[in-house]
């Protein structure tokens, strides 16, 4: 990582990596809290850390929380945390983060620093499959149309049933941020073996799913190429 003498590899689709560095060190770096700093090296160290949320893209997620007064979020993919905490760094005091992971462990690798940030008592972390937590939050009618954010990266075939979900449980107006919606690119490309060893699996799933959201008409949608590309969509009615 930038902080610690190592150059950051682009997540993202900028075809120079000057240029994403350009933007990290100019734009990101200098305003990342320092706790994010320090649980963004902390997952350097895991084997799977591409599957972190780019800084770019949650620099971008940061404002959008702060534009809409977030303060009830759900988040489908924790991962080690990083998006987690910098949505607990961004709502209020009294905020709350309805977290969901299949992966405790991951998560337990940067819940020190989120404990050290003094805002683990906005999360509430269950560990599970996503969609019958969601499920069981929509048997309390009272939970629908009651939270402002939602930010998935997950599994992607699950997206489409995550979405109608979600915009269950979003108010009007609310906004759900889509992680990895352009696949690394390939999504423009006619055939997945086209694509490298480790796109080739769910690229029909991301292609689909875009087309499920560019025809909603229950959403405006803006699709950022941001870390691995990010859709944000908002709730009309």
Not at 186 to 200: E, H, I, N, Y
Not at 213 to 221: H, S
């Amino acid at each position: 990582m930038e902080q610690s003498g190592k150059k950051n590899p682009s997540k993202g689709l900028l075809q120079s990596e000057e240029l994403y560095q350009y933007i990290l060190e100019t734009s990101v770096y200098p305003r990342e809290p320092e706790p994010l700093k320090e649980l963004r090296d902390i997952t350097a160290t895991h084997p799977k850390a591409v599957m972190a949320t780019a800084p770019d893209a949650g620099q971008l997620m940061d404002m959008l929380l702060k534009l809409i007064n977030a303060k009830k979020t759900i988040e489908i993919g924790v991962f080690t945390g990083y998006s987690l905490l910098l949505t607990a760094l961004s709502i209020p005091d009294d905020g709350k983060i309805t977290a969901i992971d299949v992966d405790r462990q991951a998560y337990e690798m940067g819940l020190p620093v989120i404990r050290k940030a003094g805002v683990e008592h906005k999360i509430n972390f269950i560990e599970s499959q996503a969609l019958p937590v969601l499920d069981k939050l929509l048997e309390d009618k009272g939970n629908e149309g009651s939270f402002d954010f939602a930010y998935v990266d997950a599994d992607r075939p699950s997206f489409p049933g995550y979405h109608e979900r979600l915009l269950k449980l979003l108010k009007v107006g609310g906004v759900i941020m889509y992680d990895n919606t352009l696949w690394g690119g390939t999504v423009a490309l006619p055939d997945p073996s086209l694509a490298p060893q480790g796109r080739k699996s769910c690229w029909k799933d991301c292609i689909e799913f875009n087309k499920i959201l560019a025809a909603d008409t229950r959403i405006e949608i803006s699709q950022a190429p941001l870390g691995d590309g990010v859709t944000i969509c908002r709730r009309l009615y």
